[in-house]
């Protein structure tokens, strides 16, 4: 083989690694920028899923917040509501307490002896009904100071009718002239204790006490009917 044609085989030899080097190169570039595209892609990946979970929860942050919102001005209004029932439910016993003024109320109107005999018979009632809740032999009985000679005059009605029911021989009843029961409502004592009138009996010794004002009857009316009231103005019992 003589110098041109070893030339010519080194040229070939030089050609075919140089196409292969190149062959490889081109591999080595493609995997590489395969490599790259799909950690590029991950990477894009992963920061929008952390962009996805970071709205989600601002999302959700949002719902509860205005949920919370929602609730805090549902239960104002509900709050306002109550309020407001609540409000007319005391004007109406308000009014019912300045109506009981007119059953005892006896200084200021014209037809005071029927009035008188009206209230005097109603006094000897609840005298009645708490000697029967008693039950004692000798109570103390307290009242209003501008009730006294009414009470007075229904005892011994009040004795009577109270031992024929109970079957009992009549009790003692002492009339309290030093401890009376506040005066009805008026301008002068607006803040202060008021009665309406009725009485209070008590033992002797003073542990059993038998609470039958106007104003106590009024609660205990008021209490029991107060659902049918509710239901009456809302149309619904309110608890």
């Known amino acids: 083989m003589n110098d041109a044609d070893v030339s010519k085989q080194i040229q070939q030899m030089v050609r075919f690694i140089r196409q292969e080097a190149e062959e490889k190169a081109n591999e080595i570039s493609i995997s590489a920028e395969e490599e790259f595209n799909i950690e590029k ?42 309020q407001a029932q609540d409000d007319l439910v005391n004007s109406m016993k308000e009014d019912a307490a300045k109506e009981l003024l007119n059953v005892s109320h006896h200084h200021h109107i014209l037809n005071v002896t029927h009035h008188d005999h009206e209230y005097k018979h109603l006094l000897k009632e609840l005298i009645v009904q708490s000697l029967l809740r008693l039950k004692e032999p000798a109570v103390l009985l307290r009242c209003r100071k501008d009730d006294a000679h009414l009470v007075e005059s229904a005892l011994e009605s009040a004795k009577e009718d109270y031992a024929a029911k109970a079957n009992v021989h009549p009790p003692d009843i002492i009339i309290d002239h030093k401890v009376y029961l506040p005066p009805a409502p008026s301008h002068h004592h607006a803040h202060g204790p008021s009665c309406s009138g009725g009485v209070v009996l008590a033992s002797i010794d003073g542990k059993i006490v038998c609470e039958n004002t106007l104003d106590a009857r009024l609660d205990v009316a008021f209490r029991k009917k107060l659902p049918e009231i509710r239901k009456s103005l809302y149309g619904q019992v309110v608890a």
């Open 41 to 82: 892609l991950q990477l894009v990946e992963a920061e929008m899923k952390k962009i996805r979970q970071e709205y989600e929860r601002k999302e959700k942050q949002v719902e509860i917040r205005k949920k919370i919102e929602y609730s805090m001005q549902l239960n104002a209004s509900r709050i306002k509501v109550l």
